[in-house]
């Protein structure tokens, strides 16, 4: 049988029904639920915003009040955000061979490669659980369709509500105005060439929509929104679940009874901002801007002080365009080897974690620290070999 779009998005949804459904028996019969614990709090923040209250009503409730408002059919049929997590895959995958087809790649070809992301079982699995990460993907999809079909303002205004909606994007903005270099130039002389008009478009819109939604939400729900939505991730100490190399400072940090906190988690968002948002964008962008992106999530996301398997998800809806012209695919044995090599140390690390967490068992030192480190080693190998593919 010949693979069709009709047939490939089909069998994405059939997938993530088949999730759906096992994860409704798991939660109704089983010990450990397969629902995501950030689902609960997604929905019970919608609850409290039907009420007439606010979502920071509810405690560890992180994101913007707009996600709370969108899962207010949830205070009705509870399942509704997982439907429309799952829906966020598929436009993100549809969008996916829009982009292929505007970069030249015969269908058959893009199909395969839009695969990776539509047919990913770690991928329907997670938006099933309850992540909104989903919703992220095609947000993003979106916003590189946009660029390459040269609609500049969409892609500003797109660019901005991304932000706004999880701030990780952010290190796009650079790459995005950097590749911006062929239309004419509206100033001629020094560093002012650089200025041009799809980049003052760009730049407008996209600063327009962002201070649009940010200024909104924060006349409608004040400091809280400022302090839950963003500033909170200066300083947050997640320990649970956290593949990061700064995972046990974090644990140590959170204590009550530690009196000198060691300052180094909250100063990890400057390594891993430069090299995300200025080194790479710079180095990249103008080569291939959606490789350029892939890389850079990657890096952000293995510099992240806070990495759990939903951020996986970041880079995973990239992966298809850096994949047709990689090294990894060209040369099996390392395609294999990086695979296997990621999910044997993501698992060493779910095996003691699980200890840890489940068991109450001391597995920091080795147990914790080891496969902390041997995963962080294993990214940083296969992002200079992204790297050096670009």
Request: glycine fraction near 6%.
């Amino acid at each position: 049988m010949r693979l069709s779009t009709s047939s490939l998005l089909a069998s994405a949804a059939l997938i993530r029904v088949g999730f759906f459904f096992y994860g409704v028996y798991q939660d109704a019969t089983a010990e450990i639920r397969f629902t995501d614990i950030d689902y609960f709090v997604f929905t019970d923040a919608a609850k409290f915003t039907a009420q007439g209250g606010s979502p920071y009503d509810r405690a560890t409730y992180r994101y913007t009040p707009i996600l709370a408002w969108l899962l207010l059919p949830t205070t009705t049929y509870f399942w509704f955000g997982k439907l429309l997590f799952a829906l966020g895959d598929i436009v993100a995958g549809w969008l996916m061979l829009r982009i292929f087809q505007i970069r030249g790649m015969e269908e058959s070809r893009a199909l395969k490669f839009a695969s990776v992301w539509l047919l990913n079982p770690m991928v329907a699995t997670i938006s099933t659980r309850g992540s909104s990460e989903g919703l992220l993907g095609a947000l993003v999809i979106a916003l590189l369709w946009a660029v390459y079909e040269r609609k500049i303002v969409l892609a500003g205004l797109l660019a901005g509500y991304s932000v706004h909606f999880k701030i990780y994007p952010v290190i796009y903005i650079p790459s995005i105005l950097w590749a911006l270099d062929s239309s004419p130039k509206l100033l001629g002389t020094g560093l002012l060439k650089w200025v041009n008009k799809d980049r003052v478009y760009f730049g407008l819109a996209c600063l327009s929509s962002f201070s649009l939604f940010t200024g909104a939400m924060y006349y409608i729900y004040g400091e809280p929104f400022l302090l839950h939505t963003y500033l909170h991730h200066l300083s947050r100490s997640d320990h649970r679940h956290n593949f990061s190399p700064y995972n046990i400072l974090l644990y140590i940090s959170s204590s009550p009874n530690v009196v000198h906190k060691s300052p180094y988690p909250s100063l990890a968002f400057i390594p891993q901002l430069f090299i995300s948002g200025v080194f790479l964008p710079f180095m990249l962008a103008k080569k291939d801007l959606a490789k350029s992106m892939f890389v850079q999530t990657f890096a952000f996301v293995t510099f992240n002080k806070v990495c759990t398997s939903q951020y996986f998800m970041w880079y995973l809806v990239l992966l298809p365009f850096y994949l047709p012209s990689s090294s990894m695919l060209r040369n099996k044995h390392l395609g294999v080897g990086a695979l296997l090599l990621w999910t044997l140390a993501q698992a060493l690390w779910l095996q003691q974690g699980y200890e840890l967490e489940y068991l109450n068992r001391s597995t920091f030192v080795p147990g914790i620290l080891a496969a902390t480190l041997i995963f962080f080693v294993v990214n940083i190998w296969i992002l200079g070999i992204a790297i050096d593919d670009i």
